[in-house]
């Protein structure tokens, strides 16, 4: 039997099913379906990981306390800013031949972070819970870079030359240093300190998707015209900018989309053929005041959608 109209109403082809903006994900993130996500998170329990401490002793008096937290903060910032004083002014290749300074410093920023971390841990009612937090367990990982370079390390140079001066193979002893750059991790934790650089964060992220696909549309011009013109300037002067297609597409990218030497094509190519320059200037006219423009469009709009969510996110809060 025939359906009524109101059902054949709502009744799609295949062909109109798949061109639907509903049946595909959105390129843009979409403002109002960011806050009504936000809206559904907010109405679970909010996660604390202090649930998970003791109620009663010293330890767990001391992870809770708001002043700790503020301690920690400032002492992550001062130990970033340390590992560029570090970098630049000690001429250790590794902590005991580093003058003593240096040692005294090190060894602050080690007992404080091995403290911390010691008083979170021993807060934690059952230990394993503390598997459950990430930034425990990111903290944990840290602090266990931090005591193998300060101290381990350098008892293990000690063993290993007796307590004399020869320290070994310096390049394996300077690549043990990059270990303290995992200290810079613990930056990550100041962002939550600081809510406008996390939009800034989550704006990017969100815009990942969107810049991804904008990306390869302009990969897909710089491969296109980059044949063309690899086969335009064959057998010709101009031949020394386009060797090849990858050189080709490198050339474009840096002196024609990034317009960081245009001059250097332009001129060369004018005086080769009106040709290959009119093709250039189409090139910069649909990479860079297009595709570029509207990247930075892109990524303006998806910020500002994330602003509007974290807004309503903190109207919420304080009501």
Same mark, same amino acid.
Not at 10 to 37: C, G, T, V, W, Y
Not at 108 to 134: H, N, P, Q, V
Not at 189 to 204: F, N, V
Not at 249 to 259: D, F, G, R, S, T
């Given at each position: ?167 070994? *193979? #310096? ?7 990059? +270990?303290? &750059?995992?200290? /810079?991790?613990?930056?990550?934790? $100041? %962002? ?62 840096? *002196? #024609? ?7 250097? +094509?332009? &001129?060369?190519? /004018?005086?080769?053929?009106?040709? $290959? %320059? ?42």
């Amino acid at each position: 039997p025939p359906l009524p109209l109101h059902q054949a109403a709502n009744i799609r082809s295949p062909r109109e099913e798949r061109s639907h903006p509903s049946m595909h994900m959105q390129l843009f993130p979409d403002a109002e379906n960011m806050k009504e996500h936000m809206r559904q998170q907010m109405c679970k329990p909010k996660y604390d990981v202090a649930m998970y401490y003791h109620r009663t002793g010293f330890t767990q008096w001391i992870a809770r306390h708001p002043r700790f937290e503020q301690l920690t903060l400032v002492v992550i910032a001062l130990n970033a800013i340390w590992i560029w004083i570090d970098t630049d002014h000690n001429p250790g290749a590794m902590l005991l031949s580093s003058p003593p300074f240096f040692q005294i410093i090190e060894q602050l920023f080690c007992i404080y972070f091995t403290f911390e971390w010691a008083m979170r841990f021993s807060a934690f009612k059952e230990k394993r819970k503390g598997l459950r937090d990430a930034w425990f367990v990111f903290d944990s990982f840290l602090v266990a870079t931090m005591v193998f370079e300060t101290w381990l390390m350098t008892g293990i140079v000690v063993f290993l030359t007796g307590g004399g001066g020869g320290m070994g *193979n #310096a390049g394996i002893l300077r690549m043990a240093r990059l +270990l303290r &750059l995992t200290r /810079m991790a613990r930056m990550a934790r $100041l %962002l939550r300190a600081m809510p406008e650089l996390l939009i800034l964060i989550k704006g990017m992220l969100a815009a990942m998707r969107s810049v991804v696909f904008t990306l390869g549309l302009l990969l897909v011009m710089l491969y296109i015209f980059g044949i063309a013109f690899v086969q335009l300037c064959d057998d010709s002067p101009c031949e020394i900018f386009f060797p090849n297609v990858p050189a080709a597409m490198h050339e474009l990218l840096l *002196n #024609a989309a990034l317009m960081d030497g245009l001059s250097n +094509l332009v &001129l060369p190519l /004018m005086e080769q053929s009106l040709v $290959l %320059l009119f093709v250039l200037y189409g090139f910069i006219f649909l990479s860079a005041l297009t595709v570029m423009n509207m990247l930075i469009g892109v990524i303006c709009e998806v910020v500002s959608a994330v602003a509007a969510t974290e807004r309503e996110a903190l109207s919420l809060t304080f009501v």
